[in-house]
């Protein structure tokens, strides 16, 4: 049963570099999110999905775009990389939004951006 | 922006001791979340209160969400080395169908 699972786990990016983290969850859970973890300041949530075929903005969601054209993938993009986007990224999913019950979290992916 | 905020931000104890981080947070809220991030690792979650609820447990956990100080506690008791881990508290007062997330607390437990 291996939940939720983030691709890659590390990166080291030059500015301007484009890249694309994945996230797959095996729990056939509706709701997926993506999270950023900065020293200091909890996570912060980029974007979310609600269901196949759906994204929306999060709190943070400037230099970043998400697809979820297979229910189980949602994948994280970043255009044109900045040192700003260096951090820790999660992803999560909720069978109900989180508020019926928790969020399963993957592992994360350590990205800088040099 | 973080809905919850953690107190305190470090905790330092010997193993056998009880551990109690507090959370506070800003607006109304359905349930309080408690989750657990282990050095390099993703979170876990421990455990959810309803805001109709006043105190959990789950084994050697211990909830309590006093809605009217808009405040939650989490105790650990009878420590362990393993708990050393940070814990942040999550609300459902998110817009976007998610939860917010503090900052957390840091917890050291020494043998």
């Known amino acids: 049963n291996a939940g939720v699972t983030q691709t890659p786990k590390f990166r080291v990016l030059k500015t301007g570099q484009s890249m694309t983290l994945l996230c797959a969850q095996d729990?056939?859970?509706?709701?997926m999110y993506w999270y950023r973890q900065d020293p200091g300041m909890g996570l912060r949530l980029i974007h979310y999905s609600v269901g196949e075929g759906t994204t929306a903005k999060g709190e943070v969601p400037d230099g970043y775009n998400v697809s979820r054209l297979k229910k189980q993938n949602f994948l994280l993009g970043l255009e044109s990389a900045a040192p700003s986007q260096t951090s820790v990224y999660f992803c999560?999913?909720?069978?109900?939004?989180?508020?019926?019950?928790?969020?399963?979290f993957g592992s994360g992916t350590r990205l800088t951006v040099v | 922006s973080q809905q919850g905020e953690e107190d305190p931000q470090a905790l330092s104890i010997q193993e056998g001791e009880n551990a109690t981080m507090n959370c506070s947070y800003k607006?109304?809220?359905?349930?309080l979340q408690w989750y657990r991030q282990n050095s390099g690792r993703g979170l876990v979650h421990l455990i959810l209160i309803r805001s109709n609820e006043r105190e959990k447990h789950s084994g050697r956990l211990r909830v309590t969400l006093d809605t009217s100080k808009k405040s939650s506690s989490l105790l650990i008791t009878a420590s362990r080395a393993a708990d050393t881990a940070s814990y942040f508290c999550a609300t459902d007062a998110g817009s976007n169908n998610d939860m917010r997330f503090g900052a957390g607390t840091r917890l050291t437990v020494k043998p």
């Open positions: 999560a999913s909720s069978s109900t939004g989180g508020r019926a019950n928790g969020y399963t």
């Open positions: 729990m056939n859970h509706e709701y």
């Open positions: 607006t109304s809220i359905n349930n």
